[in-house]
Each structure stands twice: as structure tokens, then as C-alpha cells.
């Protein structure tokens, strides 16, 4: 099946996804105190790869890091998960965008820097891949889940578990294609640009 029918069958599983990781982001950047106990728990695991990922200084294992962990996360956990009602795509893509706009209003506010310089530098050259590829992993996820519950018109339910689970093989090729893209950019691109954007401040 190819993906641009997948994407087609699905965009409106495709849009709500897109919209709950938006009203994350909103609310983790306009809410960040009260989010401040959650996001800290959230962040520990990130804290942990930062770390190594500093002391190692290496781009490339900085982005086999990131790509192991967004595999791990994106490709294996979502859609296992997905299976329980579709609750868990939803929550880990509500989380993800609340992290990023908890994080984006947290470098702005304590480093006094423009929020749309922060999005151009530090969160687009790679997210504007990593983000959409999550987001459809997910909303396949979710598929898989409501399915469960409501199957697909004419479909008896173990029908309906098949179909999807044949929509997401090349789904699963095409984001693990497109998170290794970019967790290059990740580890490559994106830590220059933000050096060379924070030293222009100096």
C-alpha cells in the first residue's frame, strides 16, 4: 500500500493528532510553571541521553541516540500501545508537544531569546521531519486502538486489526526513513546553527 493513499485513508486521524500535539505545545509554552512537576518527570529520561550525549561529544553517536530513542519510542512503543483503545498514541503525542513548547519557553524566558529564533534554529531543521513522522506513526497508532472498538464498516474486527496492521508496514519504513534523516540533522546540523545563533548574541 503505498503512503500517499495511506495518508489520504487517514487524515483525519492524521489531523487530530496534529491538533492535540499543537494544544500541547501551546499549553506547555503559556502554562510552564504549573507544568513544571510533570515536565520535570517527563524530562529525566532526555536528561539521561543529554548527558551521555555531551560526554561524548560525537555527532554521529548523538545521532544514533537520538534515532534509537526515537525508533524506540515512535516505531515500537506507540504502536504496540496503540492497540489499548488508541489511548497511549494520544497521551505520547499530548506529552511530546507539551515538552516541546515547555522547553522552547523555558530557553526563551531564561536565555532572553526570540521564540521564533529558538523555533528556526533549534526545533525546525529537524523537527519539521521528526514531528510529521511522529505524528503519523501515531495517528496509525490511534487507528489500531479505535478499531478495536468500532471496526471498519463491513470489516469484522480481526478484519479491521489486519488492515491497519498492513497500513502501518510501510508506514513503519517510510518513519524510520524519515527519523533517521532527522536525527542526522539532530546531530549534525542543528547543535551548528544553535552555536552559531547563541554566539551572536555574544
Known sequence: MRIGKILKANYRYILAMTLIFFAGAGLGGIDRHALHPFMQSQLEHLKTIAGDIKQRNNPLYTTMQIFFNNFEVGIIYVPLLGIFFGLFPIFMIFTNGLLVGYVVSGITTEMHLSVWKVLLFGILPHGILEIPAFIFSASIAMK???????????????????????????????????LLVA????????????????????
Open 144 to 178: 489500531l486502538g479505535f478499531v478495536m472498538i468500532r471496526p471498519i464498516p463491513a470489516m469484522s474486527r480481526g478484519q479491521s486489526l489486519r488492515y491497519v496492521v498492513h497500513e502501518y508496514i510501510p508506514v513503519l519504513i517510510a518513519v524510520s526513513a524519515v
Open 183 to 202: 536525527a542526522c540533522i539532530e546531530g549534525f546540523v542543528t547543535p551548528v546553527l544553535m552555536h552559531a545563533f547563541l554566539l551572536q548574541r555574544q
